[in-house]
């Protein structure tokens, strides 16, 4: 394994195109463009590891798998009231389909749906407690206390989010926001702007390739059934508009975030970060994609 990550960092070394860093997030247009990491860990808990694997990095759409995960947890099936299980087929911040759908959002995971997420699971709490437990379960599942926020880049998208301001305005007119709105979208945006490096991530991921369980503890994160589910919604809308594509070149359940992570899972076999700046024009990560599809090559995990 250790071999095969390291000529897939040879290889992205080489790459000159290597996409664009989100620049509507001041504070992520900073990010030097050159880096690549990927972390793949193993049931057993072996961790391989290539290039910049310790840098932190901002998980942004990421976090939403484990809000999801959260909000399941408190809600079961009545979440989905809240928020729709279908691929949208639009960018991850659009508006137009909620003019459509009554204010719905499509899927949990573009921007409108994330945010949907967070005001149901607030539960009447202020922004700090909600962000608290998220920022408890991150930890949780990484087994790794030292997991923060990066308050710069919250406070950046705070200063620029009118879009998603916009997004969730128009759902509270439809009265599916039920905490104040600038309440729903400090917690977004700070659960947004949590910090991780590739190990940290891929370990957090585990459960997921793994019926529900982390295979190194033991523990039960959440049952088989809705490990599955949650698996198929990052395999159909973890990309957005651009999940079709994920699907048919990586061919794993996988969710992007315009920090330039990736967090995919291979059922039953290993859980996968891979982190590289630059995005592509769908704004998800150009090589992190790359060098999960080689990573596959190599590994034949791909699902189908
Ligand atoms: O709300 C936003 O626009 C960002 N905090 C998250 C968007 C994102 O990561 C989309 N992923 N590729």
């Known amino acids: 394994m250790q071999d095969i990550l390291d000529e897939i960092s040879a290889e992205m070394r080489k790459r000159t195109d290597r996409g664009t860093v989100a620049n509507y997030i001041p504070q992520l247009a900073c990010v030097d ?4 990491a990927m972390s793949v860990v193993l049931p057993d808990g072996q961790t391989f590891s290539t290039g910049d694997a310790d840098t932190l990095f ?4 990421i976090s939403k798998v484990f809000t999801l995960t ?3 947890g408190k809600l079961g099936d009545h979440l989905w009231s809240h928020v729709g299980r279908e691929p949208s087929g639009d960018p991850f911040n659009s508006i137009v389909q909620l003019e459509h759908e009554q204010g719905k959002p499509r899927n949990p995971f573009i921007n409108a749906g994330a945010i949907a997420v967070v005001d149901s699971i607030m539960s009447g709490h202020q922004p700090k407690e909600s962000l608290a437990e998220i920022l408890e379960f991150v930890r949780f599942l990484a087994n790794d206390k030292s997991i923060c926020i990066d308050e710069k880049v919250a406070r950046s998208e705070i200063e620029t989010g009118h879009r998603n301001a916009s997004l969730a305005h128009f759902m509270a007119s439809f009265d599916r926001i039920s905490h104040p709105v600038e309440h729903v979208l400090g917690t977004y945006f700070h659960h947004c702007s949590i910090s991780m490096n590739c190990k940290q991530l891929a370990h957090a991921g585990l459960f997921l390739a793994f019926d529900g369980t982390n295979p190194i503890y033991g523990t ?3 049952s088989p059934e809705r490990s599955r589910r949650i698996s198929s919604l990052m395999l159909m809308c973890g990309h957005y508009d ?3 594509e994920f699907a048919f070149r990586v061919g794993l359940p996988g969710k992007s975030g315009v920090g330039g992570g990736i967090l995919a899972v291979a059922p039953g076999e290993a859980s996968i970060a891979v982190w590289s700046p630059g995005l592509d024009k769908i704004g998800n990560s150009k090589l992190g994609t790359e060098a999960l599809e080689l990573l596959v090559k190599h590994t034949g995990w791909s699902i189908f």
């Not at 463009?33 to 690549?36: K, L, R, V």
């Not at 901002?58 to 759409?61: H, L, M, R």
């Open 70 to 72: 959260i909000a399941l």
């Open 58 to 61: 901002s998980i942004q759409s």
């Open 242 to 244: 651009g999940s079709g």
């Open 220 to 222: 039960r994160v959440v």
């Open 33 to 36: 463009p050159n880096q690549f």
